[in-house]
Nanobody, 126 residues
Framework: QVQLEESGGASVQPGKSLRLSCVSS????????IAWFRQAPGKEREAVAC????????YVAGSVKARFTISRDNAQNTAYLQMNNLKPEDTAIYYC???????????????????WGQGTEVTVSS
């Protein structure tokens, strides 16, 4: 099993940047594909980005593709979500998720992920 803990959430103004971190413990981090999801108040949880174990490619939702970047440092057991030019619609709780087996065409399906963190809150407001 792997435990995930997110950090880096904050309240910021539109146009600012944040970097979220997802630190893992327990099983080896490089056994898991990692994704970020978010859930805004009153809305469904949605996929933001995913990075497979190899990190040779990444998947990013179209709505944030020009602004968000996912990365991982297996030596530090940490995944990151760099968020630039934040907008009010990015306000949400951001969750880190992990799965040992990733179907490329289902990277954005929450049910495919076995382990979840508690989330970190991002608020974008002027």
């Amino acid at each position: 099993q792997v435990q995930l803990e997110e950090s880096g959430g904050a309240s910021v103004q539109p146009g600012k940047s944040l970097r979220l971190s997802c630190v893992s413990s327990g099983s080896r981090f490089d056994w898991y594909n990692i994704a970020w999801f978010r859930q805004a108040p009153g809305k469904e949880r949605e996929a933001v980005a995913c990075i497979p174990i190899s990190a040779e490619e990444t998947y990013v939702a179209g709505s944030v593709k020009a602004r968000f970047t996912i990365s991982r440092d297996n030596a530090q057991n940490t995944a990151y979500l760099q968020m630039n030019n934040l907008k009010p619609e990015d306000t949400a709780i951001y969750y880190c998720a992990a799965t040992a087996h990733l179907w490329r065409d289902k990277w954005d399906v929450a049910a495919e992920y076995d382990y979840w963190g508690q989330g970190t809150e991002v608020t974008v407001s002027s």
